[in-house]
């Protein structure tokens, strides 16, 4: 059974920094495609940062520079670093989780959706003031 929690969000002040954490159960973080996603109140999921089963990573360009996704295969987690918050980072951040790879999506230069992720956590709220 495959479970995903959430830790770390709260709230923050501009331009400070933040580790999400995400520890996974049911399988070996690393055998499968991961990512991050974020949802805004009012809009739609946002992916933030992508890994896939062979380990690569992907960012959209605007999250380039200040989001660095991260595994640890001894925890078994899967972690989002932060920096130089903004209050446009205020949102519900999501770890997320499917065994089948990405590597689909990379050849139509595209990064995957949300819906091509199965498995969700319930997401940690990050607010930025």
């Known amino acids: 059974h495959v479970q995903l929690v959430e830790s770390g969000g709260g709230l923050m002040q501009a331009g400070g920094s933040l580790r999400l954490s995400c520890t996974a159960s049911?399988?070996?973080?690393?055998?499968?495609?991961m990512a991050w996603f974020r949802q805004a109140s009012g809009k739609e999921y946002e992916g933030v940062a992508f890994?896939?089963?062979?380990?690569?990573?992907q960012y959209p360009d605007s999250m380039k520079g200040r989001f660095t996704i991260s595994q640890d295969i001894a925890k078994n987690t899967l972690d989002l670093q932060i920096n130089d918050l903004q209050p446009e980072d205020t949102a519900k951040y999501y770890c997320?989780?499917?065994?089948?790879?990405?590597?689909?999506?990379?050849?139509?230069?595209?990064?995957?959706?949300?819906?091509?992720?199965?498995?969700w956590g319930q997401g940690t709220q990050v607010t930025v003031s």
């Open positions: 890994i896939d089963s062979d380990g690569t990573i």
């Open positions: 049911g399988f070996v973080v690393g055998t499968y495609a």
């Open positions: 997320v989780a499917d065994r089948d790879e990405k590597s689909w999506w990379s050849r139509q230069h595209r990064l995957p959706p949300s819906y091509a992720y199965t498995h």
